[in-house]
Nanobody, 122 residues
Framework: QVQLVESGGGLVQAGDSLRLSCAAS????????MGWFRQAPGKEREFLAA????????YYADYIKGRFTISRDNAKNTVYLQMNSLKPEDTAVYYC???????????????WGQGTRVTVSS
């Protein structure tokens, strides 16, 4: 198993940037593809971005493409989500997830963090 802990959330203003981190422990980090999701109040959880085990391949949801960037540092067992030009509609709890399967387009993930809250004020 792998344990995931997100950090970096907070209260920001529209137009600001924020970088979320997700630290992994328990198993070899580079064995897992990683993903970021979010869940806004009253809405279902939605996919944001995924990154391959090595970090060479990434995949983004169309609605955040160009504003958010996923990256990872396997030496630090950490995956990041850089979020730029934040909007009030980006307000949500953000989750990282890990999965042993290599294909970054598979929507399902086996392991989840507890989430970090991001609030964007207008």
């Amino acid at each position: 198993q792998v344990q995931l802990v997100e950090s970096g959330g907070g209260l920001v203003q529209a137009g600001d940037s924020l970088r979320l981190s997700c630290a992994a422990s328990g198993r070899t980090f580079s064995d897992y593809r990683m993903g970021w999701f979010r869940q806004a109040p009253g809405k279902e959880r939605e996919f944001l971005a995924a990154i391959s085990r090595s970090g060479a391949n990434t995949y983004y949801a169309d609605y955040i493409k160009g504003r958010f960037t996923i990256s990872r540092d396997n030496a630090k067992n950490t995956v990041y989500l850089q979020m730029n030009s934040l909007k009030p509609e980006d307000t949500a709890v953000y989750y990282c997830a890990a999965d042993y399967r290599a294909n970054i387009y598979i929507p399902d993930y086996n392991y989840w963090g507890q989430g970090t809250r991001v609030t964007v004020s207008s």
